[in-house]
T-cell receptor
């Protein structure tokens, strides 16, 4: 019963380093999302992918890139990490898709990646 | 998406029902009410959602008023493991980037 799996769970980087956060879901969901959560705040959407092969910017995309590798996997890349990107990153997936009958479906979240940038 | 108002914190005795209110007086006709919770250090967990009818699943019940301006999440028999921050979210998906806008939520403390 894996659901949404994120790796790694913890990471410490130095300013300027790059890394990729991995996310995979086993629910055959169409949509996938990347959020960040800063202390005492709600989640903010970084990027999302409505279907395999498509990606779109969310609320806070600057400094990040994403790849929807296939239907299961959606990765988030930090090309040159900055201390302001220290946060907890959550990946989510949903059956939701535009059009049709799957328009209002819940999102299911992974347990997060805790990223510190020194 | 419509904004929501929730009390910042609530207490509940273990084994009793926890009733968490949410005000969404500016909700529009096609917006759904979603409830999520976040237990410390974990990812948000979906609980339930509905449009206008009351809904029930294995976790909780959702009661939406007839005018849809407010709702109540009911955990029928709260346990210590239900201690979490509960978020009421109103949205119409999948428009505008499919954002879930998490406000402050209600911090529910279940006490022995």
């Amino acid at each position: 019963n894996a659901g949404v799996t994120q790796t790694p769970k913890f990471q410490v980087l130095k300013t300027g380093q790059s890394m990729t956060l991995q996310c995979a879901q086993d629910m055959n969901h169409n949509s996938m999302y990347w959020y960040r959560q800063d202390p005492g705040m709600g989640l903010r959407l970084i990027y999302y992918s409505a279907s395999e092969g498509t990606t779109d910017k969310g609320e806070v995309p600057n400094g990040y890139n994403v790849s929807r590798l296939n239907k299961r996997e959606f990765s988030l890349r930090l090309e040159s990490a900055a201390p302001s990107q220290t946060s907890v990153y959550f990946c989510a997936s949903s059956e939701e898709r535009e059009g049709g009958t799957r328009r209002n479906q819940p999102q299911h979240f992974g347990d997060g990646t805790r990223l510190s940038i020194l | 998406d419509a904004k929501t108002t929730q009390p910042p914190s609530m207490d509940c005795a273990e084994g009793r029902a926890a009733n968490l209110p949410c005000n969404h007086s500016t909700i529009s006709g096609n917006e759904y009410v979603y409830w999520y919770r976040q237990i410390h250090s974990q990812g948000p967990q979906y609980i339930i959602h509905g449009l206008k009818n009351n809904e029930t699943n294995e976790m909780a019940s959702l009661i939406i008023t007839e005018d849809r301006k407010s709702s109540t999440l009911i955990l029928p028999h709260a346990t210590l493991r239900d201690t979490a921050v509960y978020y009421c979210i109103v949205r119409v998906g999948p428009a505008r980037g499919n954002m879930l806008t998490f406000g402050g939520g209600t911090r529910l403390m279940v006490k022995p």
